[in-house]
């Protein structure tokens, strides 16, 4: 019995298919060799500089008998070599009142850039920095001081709080320079 060609050629493909379908199968990839990678040290974050608001100080005007209130935005900042703050700060306007801020001695010569003080909101926005020709600094200072006074009569727990785009800039880091802050909580109205 001699098959035609045609069934001859029908098996041939059908043989080599099965072939090709059951290398597939069975055919598993080895998983590439992972090269050894080089020990990195661990970055430190880019972010290093804090501001906390100091130590609040009271003393009388000299024009009224009113209490006028000091008190400190202090800065440290690490090993970032700051350039700018800008403060974006909130407080009670129904409790302060005359609200006032000015550089402090962190920077040698600050440029002011924004002060804005809504007093009909409580919203503070300040910035500052160095010169143009002038280089970051680091270390640790008084950036600004908050002066105010109560309004009379008053006798009060409030808050003075960093808002969320409170920022520092430092030299060689492209986003804020800024790692953390902390609020002022006082009372007014008490003399010390």
């Known amino acids: 019995m001699i098959m035609s060609?045609?069934?001859?050629?029908?098996i041939f493909a059908l043989f080599i298919i099965t072939s090709?379908?059951?290398?597939?199968?069975?055919?598993?990839?080895?998983?590439?060799?992972p090269s050894p990678t080089p020990a990195t040290t661990?970055?430190?974050?880019a972010a290093q500089t804090s501001l906390l608001f100091g130590e609040l100080s009271v003393t009388t005007s000299?024009?009224?008998?009113?209490?006028?209130?000091?008190?400190?935005i202090n800065i440290e900042t690490q090993k970032n070599k700051t350039t700018a703050?800008?403060?974006?700060?909130?407080?009670?306007?129904?409790?302060?009142t005359k609200v006032a801020v000015t550089p402090g001695q962190f920077f040698e010569n600050p440029n002011v850039l924004l002060n804005q003080i809504d007093a009909k909101t409580g919203r503070i926005s300040y910035a500052f920095g160095v010169g143009l020709t002038d280089v970051g600094k680091m270390g640790k200072g008084i950036a600004a001081v908050l002066t105010f006074e109560a309004k009379p009569g008053i006798e009060q727990a409030t808050a003075i709080l960093?808002?969320?785009k409170t920022k520092v800039t430092a030299e060689n880091i492209s986003q804020?320079?800024?790692?953390?802050?902390k609020n002022a909580l006082f009372t007014v109205g008490i003399t010390p």
């Open 5 to 10: 060609k045609r069934t001859l050629f029908l």
């Open 20 to 33: 090709v379908l059951l290398v597939i199968a069975l055919y598993k990839p080895s998983a590439p060799t």
């Open 42 to 45: 661990p970055k430190e974050p």
């Open 62 to 72: 000299s024009s009224s008998s009113n209490m006028v209130y000091s008190l400190p």
């Open 85 to 96: 703050v800008q403060l974006e700060l909130q407080y009670d306007p129904q409790i302060l």
């Open 162 to 164: 960093f808002l969320p």
């Open 176 to 181: 804020s320079a800024l790692k953390t802050t």
